[in-house]
């Protein structure tokens, strides 16, 4: 009768060799390290996850901080500009706009298109040079300084959407809103020709 032998391995151990030295693998052991080995693998994810999170919150919160900053500094530089052109437009002479500008005024415009370049965005930019080639052009209007205003409104609107205002729907301003804040018989004087002040003054600024 054939008498049936044990194999070698066990379930419980295994007998290798390396380097020709037996060694004695307990599966318990593999097992175990295994489970170790999971373990601290998801630990380590979980570490870099929390770490990932930390570094890009603070990144967030740095460039929000940063964002606030730069609007703070835009808010002042705008207060300044609109502060000095509003002074300009209320001594305005629509016979001689360079002159009634005068040094002054040329060195300021000169200072404010470099903060421009700094602090504007590009839709005030593009407003504010329609309003400075119409205020240097050669107008054979007796329109010209209600065009300059106009223009000059343009701009405002710009600056405010820049901010963050919101101009639509129930908050939507109209054209004449802010010049009546400064010009009190805007309604009688400006708004009955305001059509064809509108049609003049793109009519202007097309050909600048």
Not at 46 to 56: G, K
Not at 126 to 137: I, P, S, V
Request: charge should be neutral; proline fraction near 2%; charged fraction near 25%.
């Amino acid at each position: 009768m054939a008498i049936k032998t044990k194999p070698i391995h066990s379930d419980i151990t295994e007998t290798s060799s390396i380097f020709g030295i037996p060694v004695t693998i307990e599966h318990e052991v593999c097992i175990m390290d295994k489970q170790i080995l999971i373990a601290t693998i998801t630990a380590s994810i979980t570490a870099m996850i929390s770490v990932l999170a930390v570094v890009i919150g603070k990144y967030y919160d740095k460039k929000r901080e940063l964002e606030q900053q730069h609007r703070t500094q835009k808010i002042e530089f705008y207060k300044v500009f609109l502060e000095k052109w509003f002074d300009f437009l209320d001594r305005l002479s629509t016979q001689s706009i360079n002159k009634e500008i005068g040094e002054e005024g040329r060195k300021f415009i000169t200072q404010i298109s470099w903060n421009l370049i700094l602090w504007a965005g590009k839709d005030v930019i593009q407003e504010y040079n329609k309003f400075r080639k119409l205020m240097f052009l050669p107008i054979n209007s007796d329109n010209s300084g209600l065009l300059l205003i106009l223009q000059f409104e343009n701009v405002v609107f710009k600056i405010r959407e820049e901010l963050g205002h919101n101009n639509k729907g129930r908050n939507k301003l109209d054209q004449l809103d802010f010049l009546s804040l400064y010009i009190n018989d805007v309604d009688s004087t400006i708004r009955p020709n305001l059509d064809p002040l509108n049609k003049e003054l793109i009519g202007f600024l097309k050909d600048a």
